[in-house]
């Protein structure tokens, strides 16, 4: 034995009728009660009228119209010609009650409790009658059970209480005799003089879980149209899915919050009997939908949904008067009560200096008054203090009956809200520990909800939002990595890498849903607005995207200058620009201490090194507890090429040219040809050690005559390189003659730090350093005398772009 019911809208047209009609018949031979709801819209139709009549409106007759058109083209289009004058007939007589009620109201000016019910239970009526007879029609012998005559109720109209006693006896008595299907009507009952009542909110599936629990059915099927209780609103996570199977508990607190697929009281008969419900969808049949049963806690998944309600007002009193003092709460809560304010959430601290509870936003003005009212004595004597009001709040709530048995849930959770700079305005967990709720800004609901559900629910992706300001040579590279690995992301790391704006100097654009990577360029160009940092790093915030990253590819100061403004925002900064590190010393700490505060990350390895893990490998030398004596580099990539290409014969300048063209220099090589560049990485390197040094402290000897310095641009630049050949030439065959190669290096010892280039003979490991590459030898007191060596590439577009992928990935899998 099942009882299904289907609500408005899987009844709502002919052809949502025709899938009923299928699952009735997929069901057969089993012993089957239907419980219908109203055709989807006529219930509040029938609302509309009556009052329309009640208030001497005269157009109520066109929406009794509307219902009559709406009842006879449903038999028109559904029922065989042949089968059809049998309904109308059935209907007519309905609709003409229906009207000389109308007309009653109307006359009279009254719609008392009574005479609603008795005109909103034709909605029910009118639907189980035209149903009967259309699945009669189609071979379905099916009995029409009048749930009026079996439901027995007491006098209340619009939520009636149910007489139970009666009721299940009326129904096994009816039902042992009934055709194998039986449709009734949801919602409508009688009282005990046969008057019609009716069962309040969710009247449908109290009738289905009244017929289920008589019947001590197999189980009770809601049919509705979305495929189960789903893990979070679907219309704030794209990602939520149906949940298969929840506790009674879990259902009741998903319900409670937000989850509007059952409404709790309605379910009481079937939980009392431990009945499972099925949530199903009459338009995707196939789908497995929810069990609400008993025993759901047999998967491994501990937080089974996230649910949210909006428009929450928190109320904060707080005060010295409260202190220790009895009944402050019961005084609180009553006049609340007495006021017909229904608290949602309650907070108290240990101290009870205050209490904090949460309400519905319209219910506001009311409590404030009636707090005012019961407080007014405390308020004058300032032992209590004027009442704080938060509005615009959202709850969140995690569920779960297995949360309780693992450590560190509220832990994650506050984490995850935290990184994304989410604050908790109040929290609240029972001792079941089945629900831990939060309040939270509205503004931040969605992504908070999406930010949870990525943490708890392992199978979903994590969606990375990056904002990237630079996309030339290294971050038109990372574009283009990103593209080429997007679905080996999805598939294989579970993370959706997404790049959401991106700017050069000149344009900026956007795109929440992710810029097509396979025409940026394009898109930057049509649809590009003009750059402004300022109104990037405003956009970006006002996103509020979860997990959103700042990846700064530019060589620029102004830009660098934005990252902690970025990282008070939670938002994480990735950036192989070391103008950010090689600043103040100050400067540098500040953005690493700011990261922390915030818990966002600042993250830099190509910094050095490019795409080579130079400053992971000391941070973890460092983290372990070793000290680094001595550092010996060669960090330049472009001076490295550029003085193992340079020959005698060739020229110095066409080789730096050339260094360019590669893209191994800065955009502005003055910065790679100086020293500067090398001075800013032995800097970064110094303080990853962990020492307090500026970029003042380090020891320059320049190769480049001052004369070139001092030029406007890089072509100025380049003729001053060409005219000065002679010196470079000079440099190079002074090396050879005396067996050395040149090589631009970097050396810390005993707290002091220089670069400058040096003719390095055949013996010393740097010799064969070749290409572009870069080397770095620590020495360190666990490193004495053979060196920590990492060694390979150090310039390059495509190396650097890896080693800031390496940096997101790092933030994506924290
Ligand atoms: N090349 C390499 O091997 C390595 C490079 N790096 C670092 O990578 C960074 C980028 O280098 P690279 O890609 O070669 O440089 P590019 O000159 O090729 O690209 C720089 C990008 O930054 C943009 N940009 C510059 N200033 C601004 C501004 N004020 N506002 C907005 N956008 C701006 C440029 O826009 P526009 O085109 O409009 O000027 C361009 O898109 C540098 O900091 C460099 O030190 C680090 C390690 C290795
Ligand atoms: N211009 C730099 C590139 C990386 O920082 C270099 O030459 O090493």
């Given at each position: 034995m099942k009882v299904l019911k289907f609500g408005g809208t899987s009844v709502g047209t002919p052809d949502n009728l025709k899938k009923v009609k299928e699952i009735l018949a997929a069901a057969q031979p089993e012993k089957t009660v239907c419980v219908v709801s109203a055709f989807g819209g006529v219930t509040n139709l029938l609302h509309a009228c009556s009052e329309l009549a009640a208030s001497g409106d005269e157009s109520y007759e066109e929406l009794t119209e509307q219902i009559e058109a709406r009842h006879l083209d449903t038999i028109k289009e559904l029922l065989p010609v042949q089968s059809q004058s049998i309904t109308f007939s059935k209907i007519k007589i309905l609709l003409n009650e229906l009207e000389d009620l109308m007309k009653g109201i109307y006359l009279i000016r009254e719609l008392s409790p009574k005479t609603l019910d008795k005109v909103l239970s034709f909605g029910e009526t009118l639907s189980s009658n035209i149903i009967v007879d259309y699945l009669n029609a189609e071979g379905l012998p099916t009995d029409l059970g009048d749930s009026k005559a079996l439901i027995k109720t007491d006098s209340t109209h619009n939520n009636a209480i149910v007489d139970f006693a009666v009721t299940d006896k009326n129904i096994k008595h009816y039902i042992s005799?009934?055709?194998n299907l039986v449709v009734c009507p949801g919602f409508v009952s009688s009282d005990a003089d046969g008057v019609t009542t009716t069962l309040g909110r969710g009247g449908s599936d109290y009738t289905a879980a009244i017929f289920a629990a008589a019947l001590d059915a197999d189980s009770c099927e809601i049919w509705t149209?979305?495929?189960?209780?789903?893990?979070?609103d679907p219309r704030q996570v794209a990602a939520a899915h149906p949940i298969e199977k929840l506790s009674f508990q879990e259902a009741l607190e998903l319900s409670h919050f937000?989850?509007?697929?059952?409404?709790?009281?309605?379910i009481q008969p079937v939980l009392d009997k431990k009945i499972p419900i099925k949530i199903k969808n009459?338009?995707?049949?196939e789908d497995p939908g929810t069990t609400i049963c008993?025993?759901?806690?047999?998967?491994?998944?501990?937080?089974?949904g996230l649910s949210s309600v909006k428009d929450i007002a928190l109320l904060n009193l707080t005060g010295s008067?409260?202190?220790?003092?009895?009944k402050f709460s019961f005084r609180l809560f009553k006049a609340l009560s007495e006021a017909k304010v229904n608290v949602i959430i309650i907070t108290q601290a240990s101290s009870e200096h205050s209490i904090c509870v949460g309400i519905d936003q319209k219910d506001v003005e009311v409590s404030k008054t009636a707090i005012a009212q019961e407080f007014q004595l405390e308020l004058s004597l300032r032992k209590i203090d004027p009442l704080e009001v938060e509005e615009k709040m959202a709850i969140v709530a995690l569920v779960g009956d297995?949360?309780?048995?693992?450590?560190g849930i509220g832990g994650q959770m506050f984490s995850a809200l935290g990184e994304n700079g989410i604050s908790i305005k109040a929290i609240a967990q029972g001792s079941s520990e089945r629900n831990i709720t939060v309040v939270l800004d509205q503004k931040n609901l969605s992504k908070a909800l999406n930010v949870l559900h990525e943490s708890f629910f392992l199978s979903q992706r994590k969606r990375m939002n990056l904002f990237m300001i630079g996309i030339g040579n290294v971050g038109g590279t990372f574009i283009n990595q990103i593209k080429a690995q997007y679905d080996y992301l999805n598939e294989f790391e579970n993370v959706d890498l997404r790049v959401v704006g991106i700017a050069n100097s000149r344009q900026m654009h956007f795109d929440e849903d992710g810029i097509n990577l396979s025409d940026w360029k394009g898109a930057l160009e049509r649809k590009g607005e003009k750059m402004s940092s300022t109104a990037f790093v405003q956009k970006m915030v006002d996103a509020n995207l979860r997990n959103s990253v700042f990846v700064d590819n530019t060589a620029n100061a102004e830009i660098a200058s934005l990252y902690e403004n970025i990282l008070t925002k939670s938002i994480s900064v990735v950036t192989p620009n070391k103008i950010a590190c090689a600043s103040d010393y100050d400067n540098y700490l500040n953005l690493k201490s700011t990261a922390r505060e915030y818990q966002s990350k600042f993250y830099y390895?190509?910094?050095?090194?490019?795409?080579?893990?130079v400053l992971t490998t000391l941070g973890d030398l460092i983290k372990s507890g070793d000290k680094i004596k001595k550092i010996q580099a060669v960090l330049s990539g472009s001076l490295n090429f550029i003085f193992n290409t340079?020959?005698?014969?060739?020229k110095f300048v066409d080789v730096v040219r050339q260094a360019g063209i590669e893209g191994?220099?800065?955009?502005?090589p003055k910065i790679d040809l100086s020293g500067v560049d090398v001075m800013r990485k032995i800097l970064i390197l110094i303080r990853e050690s962990g020492l307090r040094f500026e970029l003042s402290d380090i020891g320059s000897e320049s190769f480049i005559p001052a004369a070139c310095m001092d030029t406007a641009n890089n072509e100025e630049f380049y003729a001053s390189l060409e005219k000065h050949d002679a010196d470079f030439q000079k440099l190079v065959t002074d090396a050879e003659a005396k067996n050395c190669r040149l090589k631009f290096v970097a050396t810390f010892d005993e707290g002091k730090a220089s670069v400058g280039l040096q003719e390095i003979?055949?013996?010393?490991?740097?010799?064969?350093?070749?290409?572009?590459d870069n080397i770095v030898l620590f020495y360190t007191n666990r490193y004495k005398d053979q060196p920590l060596v990492i060694k390979g590439a150090g310039a390059g577009a495509e190396v650097t772009a890896s080693g800031i992928f390496a940096d997101v990935m790092r933030i994506a899998n924290s």
């Open positions: 005799s009934a055709a149209d979305v495929s189960g209780m789903m893990t979070s937000g989850a509007k697929v059952i409404y709790p009281p309605t009459t338009f995707a049949p008993d025993d759901a806690n047999g998967d491994k998944q501990f937080v089974k008067g409260m202190v220790g003092v009895p297995k949360m309780r048995e693992h450590v390895e190509t910094n050095v090194g490019a795409g080579l893990p340079f020959k005698p014969g060739v191994y220099t800065e955009p502005d003979p055949k013996e010393h490991p740097f010799y064969i350093l070749e290409g572009k």
